[in-house]
């Protein structure tokens, strides 16, 4: 299956989580922030989250700013 | 030097630094040092996966600086709203310096989504520092919705030019009922000292400081002129005159 990951399109494993995905690319779930389709999902809510084929993540941190 | 109050909460410095175009973390954090800021802003940028990076967080200490994520890169209201939630989301007090600046060449902020979206993030619970153009009846405006601060600018963001819009700034600190914080355009501490001996309750700088030659001693400096401005200010000003008021005695005896 394919979602957009960051406005580009990636290939899943079909019923990957966003944790299992997060793992994958080596990133720390306390120094992101998920939203899933829009919706921002809890830390604690992100193993339990299955993506499906279309989905749009969009994963998030903090750089500097002013 | 008499202390900061925004919602409630009390800051001994009133200068606030911005952490971006810094040349490393290092640089920053001498910079954040230097100035002796308690308030420092931050940005929300998608994580790039293929060039990963450290965080910046774990540079900054969070039982010593409160952090300010802001929400630049917004284009409207909507956008906006989205960054202060995701903020919020991960795991920063509720504040948000809000930033809607849909121009990407002058990145003046866009007064009616800026004021839209304080509405919606005032009533979510969030305490809302929203950055405006020097406009008086917006600053208003943002005030009755419920702002913790008005964020006005001295000139376009990381132009250096000091406090071009002064006359209308001094408007807005004679209106405001909320702390008035210049940001944007500040590039010298003596544009720092200007805007707080004018009566400004806090100045936001970040470009001055990231592009100095040594960004801590460029902190420090600000820190002076704040310090500077806001002591001028308290102690009160003489008022400017067109005609020479002597500072000597004018009875002499050169001349009969």
């Known amino acids: ?66 | 030097m008499d202390q900061l109050i925004i919602a409630d909460r009390s800051f001994k410095s009133r200068l606030m630094v911005g952490t971006g175009k810094f040349a490393s973390n290092e640089a920053m954090v001498a910079a954040m040092e230097g100035s002796g800021s308690e308030i420092v802003t931050v940005a929300l940028r998608r994580v790039d996966v293929d060039n990963p990076r450290d965080s910046m967080l774990e540079h900054i200490d969070p039982a010593r600086y409160l952090l300010l994520p802001n929400t630049s890169g917004a284009r409207d209201a909507e956008e906006a709203i989205r960054l202060a939630r995701i903020a919020r989301a991960a795991g920063c007090d509720p504040w948000v310096k809000l930033e809607v600046t849909p121009d990407p060449y002058y990145l003046l902020p866009d007064p009616i989504e800026t004021l839209k979206a304080a509405e919606v993030l005032v009533k979510e619970g969030f305490i809302v520092l929203p950055y405006i153009n020097a406009d008086p009846v917006l600053a208003k405006h943002l005030q009755e919705a419920g702002t913790a601060t008005v964020m006005p600018l001295g000139a376009p963001i990381g132009t250096n030019k000091g406090v071009r819009t002064r006359d209308n700034i001094a408007i807005i600190i004679e209106q405001a009922n909320v702390p008035v914080v210049v940001d944007a355009g500040l590039g010298a501490p003596s544009h720092a000292a200007e805007a707080m001996e004018m009566g400004a309750d806090a100045v936001l700088v970040n470009t001055a400081l990231a592009v100095a030659r040594d960004p801590g001693a460029m902190g420090a400096a600000f820190k002076k002129g704040v310090e500077a401005g806001r002591e001028a200010y308290l102690a009160g000003l003489g008022k400017q005159q067109d005609k020479a008021q002597a500072s000597s005695p004018l009875t002499g005896f050169l001349r009969k």
């Open chain 1, 1 to 66: 299956m394919d979602i957009i990951f960051n406005g580009k399109p990636r290939e899943l494993k079909a019923g990957t989580s966003i944790q299992e995905l997060l793992d994958q690319l080596r990133l720390d779930c306390l120094q992101v922030v998920v939203e899933h389709n829009q919706n921002i999902i809890p830390r604690q809510r992100l193993a339990e989250t299955v993506l499906e084929d279309g989905d749009v993540l969009e994963v998030i941190h903090f750089v500097g700013g002013g």
